[in-house]
């Protein structure tokens, strides 16, 4: 079955600091995976994507994401975070042959000053 | 261009009603697809129309029901409310619902059910 794991529920950074999110997937099929970020009392927004092709998917506000196959991992980088970067953040899978989708159970990032 | 449209924002139920949300996608759009969020579960696919079908459909129970119209605006409708409705309902929409199309969120639906 297909899956997505989110492997923290909650990272604290100081601001200016990396930061990586992890996401693990589980497929035999296909699939295509995206990472949303939800700010308080909104929908989500699309911060990237991968669908085929380069492994290092760059995406809006200075996130960048790795796709790799063999460990099954679709992580999330910034090199620098700021304080606007508070908000949840989502893995999300869908299937190239179908329109489901999966969502990770989300990672809290706050930004300490 | 409009963004994912989605009212009322937020509203107050109680057991036993029905209740009614409204989606209007980005023009242009012909797939929508909704959510439910909460604490608990985490974000949850309910269904997904294309021209006005139901093509997909999450594990819900039939109180969840919904439609599209031919100018791609959908409804979802929860019928006999339950404590555990309440959750933040999203929809998106994307022009043609497949894995690899971007789907664009509204701010969803605010549904407390008393």
């Known amino acids: 079955a297909q899956s997505v794991t989110q492997l923290d529920s909650q990272v604290p950074v100081f601001e200016e600091a990396p930061v990586e999110l992890r996401c693990n997937y589980s497929?035999?099929?296909?699939?295509?995976l995206f990472w949303y970020v939800q700010y308080p009392n909104q929908g989500l927004q699309l911060l990237l994507k991968?669908?085929?092709?380069?492994?290092l998917v760059k995406g809006i506000n200075g996130f960048e994401a790795e796709f790799n196959k063999s460990q099954t991992s679709f992580h999330l980088r910034k090199p620098s975070v700021h304080i606007s970067d508070t908000a949840e953040y989502f893995c999300?899978?869908?299937?190239?042959?179908?329109?489901?989708?999966?969502f990770g159970s989300g990672t809290r990032l706050s930004i300490r000053p | 261009k409009a963004g994912v449209t989605q009212t009322p924002r937020y509203l107050i139920k109680t057991r036993g009603q029905q209740v009614t949300l409204s989606c209007s996608p980005i023009?242009?759009?012909?797939?929508v697809s909704w959510y439910q969020q909460t604490p608990g579960q985490g974000l949850q696919f309910l269904f997904e129309?294309?021209?006005?079908?139901?093509?997909n459909k999450g594990n819900f129970p039939g109180r969840f029901s919904g439609r599209q119209f031919s100018n791609s605006r959908s409804e979802m409708n929860v019928s006999t409310l339950e404590l555990g409705d309440s959750a933040l309902y999203l929809c998106?929409?994307?022009?043609?619902?497949?894995?690899?199309?971007?789907?664009?969120f509204g701010a969803g639906s605010r549904l407390t059910v008393l």
């Open positions: 998106a929409s994307s022009s043609e619902g497949t894995g690899a199309n971007v789907l664009t």
């Open positions: 497929s035999s099929v296909s699939v295509y």
């Open positions: 991968y669908l085929s092709g380069s492994t």
């Open positions: 999300v899978l869908r299937y190239s042959s179908a329109s489901k989708i999966i």
């Open positions: 023009s242009g759009h012909r797939s």
């Open positions: 129309y294309f021209s006005e079908t139901q093509r």
